[in-house]
């Protein structure tokens, strides 16, 4: 029953065209609406407002919810850290998606972005090259380049990977990659995306891969072992 209502209500959301931060029937309109008990509504409702797709705000009312990627974001990550805790090559496997995506993506988006979005990346290879002159952590301007390079939902995943492998980083050997590797694998990755050539762009990302490939590989071999 609660699941049938959930589907009804998303078809109302989609039927209005209703956007994020829209207001709802209230709970009567929608019972009236829907011909369901005012528990059963308020359960579907409950069920849509995990999943994001409506906000309900006591004493205000019901809206459109946000409709992010949160909840999946939240789930491949937690499966694919309690994987990595079984001994399972989860880490690796969210590895091999994320660079099936990104190689796939960038081969497209080589000789197509604005060039206000290859000035952003351009600054962030900046900051990389000065940080690592500083000695200083180049995780989070890697983190933006890549989320600046693709789209919204690439993001979103991006985001997962990124959690997952921060809440398991003490497990991973410690085999740091010389940063200057680093900045000239995202100079080279600018440089093709800039040129339009496909296929040095998707090159190019699949080396950017090659050092946490083989942090993980280190670090789920027998006698690097996983907890």
């Given at each position: 029953?609660?699941?049938?209502?959930?589907e009804?209500?998303k078809r109302?959301i989609?039927d209005?065209?209703?956007?994020?931060?829209?207001?709802?029937p209230?709970e009567?309109e929608?019972?009236?609406?829907l011909g369901?008990?005012?528990?059963?509504?308020r359960?579907?409702?409950?069920?849509?407002?995990a999943?994001?797709?409506?906000?309900?705000?006591?004493?205000?009312?019901t809206?459109v919810?946000p409709m992010s990627l949160?909840?999946?974001?939240?789930?491949?990550?937690?499966?694919?850290?309690?994987g990595h805790?079984?001994?399972?090559?989860?880490l690796l496997?969210l590895l091999e998606?994320r660079?099936a995506v990104?190689s796939g993506?960038?081969?497209?988006l080589?000789?197509?972005?604005?060039?206000?979005?290859?000035v952003?990346?351009?600054?962030?290879?900046?900051?990389?090259?000065?940080q690592?002159?500083?000695?200083a952590?180049?995780?989070?301007?890697?983190?933006?380049?890549?989320?600046?390079?693709?789209?919204?939902?690439?993001?979103e995943?991006l985001e997962?990977?990124w959690?997952?492998?921060?809440?398991?980083?003490?497990?991973l050997?410690?085999?740091?990659?010389?940063?200057?590797v680093t900045?000239r694998?995202?100079?080279?990755?600018l440089g093709a995306?800039?040129?339009?050539?496909s296929a040095?762009?998707?090159?190019?990302?699949?080396?950017n891969?090659l050092g946490?490939?083989t942090?993980?590989?280190?670090?789920t071999?027998p006698?690097?072992?996983?907890s």
């Open positions: 029953m609660a699941r049938d209502l959930q009804r209500i109302l989609v209005r065209r209703l956007p994020p931060g829209a207001t709802l209230t009567s929608l019972m009236a609406l369901a008990s005012r528990n059963s509504v359960e579907a409702l409950k069920g849509l407002q999943m994001g797709i409506v906000e309900i705000r006591h004493g205000f009312g809206y919810g949160a909840p999946m974001v939240e789930g491949l990550a937690f499966r694919t850290v309690a805790h079984r001994g399972e090559d989860s496997e998606l660079e990104e993506l960038v081969s497209r080589a000789g197509r972005l604005p060039e206000r979005d290859l952003e990346l351009g600054a962030l290879v900046d900051r990389m090259e000065q690592a002159a500083e000695g952590c180049l995780a989070e301007t890697d983190r933006a380049f890549h989320a600046a390079l693709g789209n919204a939902l690439l993001g995943v997962a990977s959690d997952a492998f921060h809440r398991v980083r003490t497990d050997v410690d085999l740091p990659q010389d940063p200057k900045c694998q995202h100079r080279e990755i995306v800039r040129s339009g050539d040095r762009a998707e090159k190019a990302i699949r080396e891969f946490i490939r942090r993980l590989t280190a670090a071999a006698d690097g072992g996983t």
